[in-house]
């Protein structure tokens, strides 16, 4: 059985830094992982994703956390991270991780309705 669970977030200033993880356990060889994001009232949107191919990790941003969030994977230990600096207001949201296999893994920004296997969310609140 395939699972998820992340973990790390809290509530920072503005400007400050937090790292999410998310466990993964029960996923065979081939899949990619990703990071959604949802706002209160708002659709979900896929902020980062990563897979692995013969010439390295492969990674996607979205425009609105390019050069401050950070997506890594540690494959020993099943682990999917998300370094994120310089946090604003509106990064606020429940982030998920998810992950899925295939062709899902190419397409960018990240499709929600690709992927598979979700996790149960932790909420990252930034107040200025």
């Known amino acids: 059985q395939s699972q998820l669970m992340e973990s790390g977030g809290a509530s920072v200033q503005a400007g400050g830094s937090l790292r999410l993880s998310c466990a993964a356990s029960?996923?065979?060889?081939?899949?990619?992982m990703a990071w959604f994001r949802q706002p209160l009232g708002a659709e979900r949107e896929g902020v980062a994703r990563?897979?692995?191919?013969?010439?390295?990790?492969?990674?996607y941003y979205a425009y609105s956390v390019k050069g401050r969030f950070t997506i890594s994977q540690d494959n020993v230990n099943n682990t999917l991270y998300l370094k994120m600096n310089s946090l604003q207001p509106e990064d606020t949201a429940m982030y998920y991780c998810?992950?899925?296999?295939?062709?899902?893994?190419?397409?960018?920004?990240?499709?929600?309705?690709?992927?598979?296997?979700w996790g149960q969310g932790t909420q990252v609140t930034v107040s200025s």
């Open positions: 029960g996923f065979g060889h081939g899949y990619c």
């Open positions: 990563i897979y692995r191919s013969t010439s390295g990790d492969q990674t």
């Open positions: 998810a992950a899925t296999y295939g062709g899902a893994c190419y397409l960018d920004p990240p499709k929600e309705h690709k992927y598979t296997y």
